[in-house]
């Protein structure tokens, strides 16, 4: 158990970069999905009930909910309600800064200033994802009725939507770590420099006799 231990506590700035690593999967990955039709369509709810969003879009919520296009079918008139809604445009440019975010990241391991960044950033979306528990509706359960005694809808009842975004708790935590972890790095390297500084200001106030 003690080699377990001492394994995993030598190896925390690895984890730290494994952290690093897979911000960036899921970034590269979901971004670059954001350039497809059906991930774009996917995201509309969220963005036309976020009042940090919703102005990207020309149509108001909750129109959308007339032209979903369900995930591996493609309806001509939805599709042209989303192009006609910027649903598509939105997407892409939310998909580069998604994937940027990750890169910035993932270069942490090299360059700790664009790692601060890319956490802080990672932070951020983060945040902004969290929001939409309390802004959208469909993160969870619908009331549709049924015979069971105590319907189960509504808070705290997430759907599969909700779910997903939950776990973003976890990212968020996941982006301070690694913008931490970078902030630690670069005060190590200013310290010796500041303490050379030190000597070489004390040196001239009290030069030896």
């Known amino acids: 158990m003690e080699k377990l231990l001492k394994l995993l ?3 925390q700035s690895n984890f730290i970069h494994f952290i690093r690593i897979s911000i960036f999967v ?14 774009a369509d996917g995201i509309v709810p969220f963005v ?24 591996g079918k493609t309806v001509q008139r ?20 998604i994937i940027t975010i990750g890169t910035l990241t993932l270069l942490g391991i090299w360059l700790p200033a664009t790692g601060v960044v890319g956490g802080l950033l990672t ?5 902004v994802t969290l929001s939409f528990l309390i802004t959208t509706p469909e993160v969870y359960v619908p009331n549709l009725g049924g015979d069971f005694p105590t319907p189960q809808f509504g808070f705290p009842y997430l759907s599969g939507v909700g779910r997903l975004v939950l ?15 970078c902030a630690a790095r670069m005060l190590a390297k200013r310290k010796p420099l500041q303490l050379k500084k030190y000597w070489r200001n004390y040196s001239n106030l009290h030069p030896l006799q």
Do not use: R
């Not at 932070?123 to 945040?127: A, E, I, P, R, V």
């Open 26 to 39: 899921v970034m590269a990955w979901i971004g670059g999905l954001k350039a497809f039709q059906y991930e």
């Open 9 to 11: 506590a030598v190896n």
């Open 167 to 181: 776990k973003d708790i976890i990212m968020m935590a996941g982006g301070l770590i690694v913008a931490s972890d």
């Open 123 to 127: 932070f951020g979306m983060s945040l």
């Open 78 to 97: 939805n599709v042209d309600w989303h192009e006609a809604n910027n649903t598509y445009i939105f997407s892409y440019a939310l998909g580069a800064v």
């Open 48 to 71: 036309a009930n976020s009042p940090f969003m919703s102005f990207f879009y020309s149509k108001d919520a909750p129109e959308y909910q007339q032209y979903k296009n369900p995930e």
